[in-house]
């Protein structure tokens, strides 16, 4: 078995073993997943590795018996995460062709990624994408390829859902967006500067500073689809696209970039009183917001800048469930970028209803 694999099967049982120079990853044991067809991709954020998702692979495992094939992404671990957006995700895509090429009769797939890795992810899902092909038509040749979701595919499967969990969809570089900033203009601007000496190439495509041979940033391409990076498209190919956010305390991404919203889009919320879901506080379903000539009706905020506002016309051309969350009453509060995720089942325990809610709602 693969690192970063977890396969499904009555009787599995999940392990951790050290490999690759003490990189602790894990697998499951005695487990039959013979009859599975939907492949589960999980995605780390920063800095990250396999094990980020044990917790909620483990959960998926247990949840759909011989339904699902879990594979937690090993390609861009640790300093490799510092790479960048671009070549992250053509990392991934590479991995998602590989694992679909060891394990035939997959006809599904899925991907829930934390934090930079559903940037990844959006961008690997742009490489991975094909549209339908159409033949024999009056209007159209027969080699030519339409988009629609009956028929498009990604990486030859049919997409399914793609969900982010605490993701800087509109980036970094926006007023409140990286929390530990306090807001403060000036600290801001100074890490606009700076940030590629920290996160380098990453750290650029998330303040939107890139200018590679002078094109428009990263995440300003990834709105809409670039030549051969069909980056809308595959997007909008899902059958269901799941935002979930920390509505505060989350020091590192902040709420309005988390869950693609303007200033003045950003619900009022109150305390949960659902004892199943204790942690999420909102939730609510964007329709994809197009006027007639494809462009957002949704009025601008006067307060984000014009980049930031591009990125959110841009994810707002497709659908959107958002999930408010928020730990502000746990002990763990101030670490909720990674609580939300269960990163480390001992510590962030208190995350866990998230990831039963992100089961609970899951199309298989």
Same mark, same amino acid.
């Given at each position: 078995m693969k690192n970063g694999e977890v396969v499904n099967g009555r009787?599995?049982?999940?392990?951790?073993?050290?490999?690759?120079?003490?990189?602790?990853?894990?697998?499951?044991?005695?487990?039959?997943?013979?009859s599975a067809d939907h492949l589960v991709i999980m995605v780390h954020g920063i800095l990250g590795s396999t094990t980020d998702w044990k917790f909620g692979a483990e959960?998926?495992?247990?949840?759909?018996? @011989?339904?699902?094939?879990?594979? /937690?992404? =090993?390609?861009?671990? $640790?300093?490799?995460?510092?790479?960048?957006?671009? #070549?992250?995700?053509?990392?991934?895509?590479?991995?998602?062709?590989?694992?679909?090429?060891?394990?035939?009769?997959?006809?599904k797939i899925s991907f829930v990624?934390?934090?930079?890795?559903?940037?990844?992810?959006?961008?690997?899902i742009g490489?991975?994408?094909?549209?339908?092909?159409?033949?024999?038509?009056? @209007?159209?040749?027969?080699?030519? /390829?339409? =988009?629609?979701?009956? $028929?498009?595919?990604?990486?030859?499967?049919?997409? #399914?859902?793609?969900?982010?969990?605490?993701?800087?969809?509109?980036?970094s570089r926006g007023n409140k967006q990286v929390p530990f900033l306090f807001g403060v203009t000036a600290l801001e601007k100074a890490a606009f500067h700076v940030i590629h000496l920290i996160f380098k190439r990453t750290g650029r495509h998330l303040?939107?500073?890139?200018? @590679?041979?002078?094109?428009?940033?990263?995440?300003k391409r990834m709105v809409e689809d670039d030549g051969e990076l069909q980056f809308?498209?595959?997007l909008r190919s899902f059958k269901r696209r799941v935002a979930y956010s920390n509505?505060?305390?989350?020091?590192?991404?902040?709420?309005?970039?988390s869950s693609i919203r303007r200033n003045n889009e950003l619900p009022k919320w109150e305390d949960s009183s659902n004892e199943k879901y204790p942690h999420i506080v909102y939730e609510e379903h964007c329709k994809a917001c197009e006027g007639e000539q494809g462009e957002s009706v949704v009025k601008e905020d006067d307060s984000l800048d014009k980049l930031e506002e591009e990125l959110v016309t841009g994810l707002s051309r497709v659908s959107w469930d958002?999930?408010?969350?928020?730990?502000?009453?746990?002990?763990?509060?101030?670490?909720?970028?990674?609580?939300?995720?269960?990163?480390?089942?001992?510590?962030?325990?208190?995350?866990?209803?998230?990831?039963?809610h992100m089961i609970d709602n899951f199309i298989e």
């Open positions: 009787g599995g049982v999940c392990s951790s073993e050290t490999v690759n120079g003490g990189e602790d990853v894990f697998s499951c044991e005695k487990s039959d997943a013979s959960q998926f495992v247990r949840r759909f018996p @011989d339904k699902v094939f879990v594979h /937690c992404s =090993e390609r861009n671990i $640790g300093k490799l995460t510092l790479d960048g957006v671009d #070549v992250m995700g053509e990392r991934l895509s590479e991995e998602v062709l590989e694992v679909i090429k060891r394990k035939p009769g997959l006809k990624s934390h934090s930079v890795g559903g940037l990844v992810a959006r961008y690997a490489r991975l994408y094909r549209p339908r092909r159409i033949e024999n038509t009056e @209007d159209l040749s027969a080699n030519a /390829c339409v =988009e629609g979701l009956e $028929g498009c595919t990604i990486a030859g499967l049919e997409p #399914v859902n793609f969900i982010t969990v605490a993701t800087p969809h509109l980036g303040f939107l500073c890139d200018n @590679d041979e002078g094109r428009p940033p990263l995440l809308l498209s595959a509505v505060g305390y989350d020091h590192v991404v902040g709420w309005r970039t958002k999930v408010d969350v928020s730990f502000h009453r746990s002990r763990r509060r101030f670490a909720s970028h990674t609580v939300i995720q269960v990163k480390d089942q001992k510590i962030d325990a208190e995350g866990a209803d998230v990831i039963q």
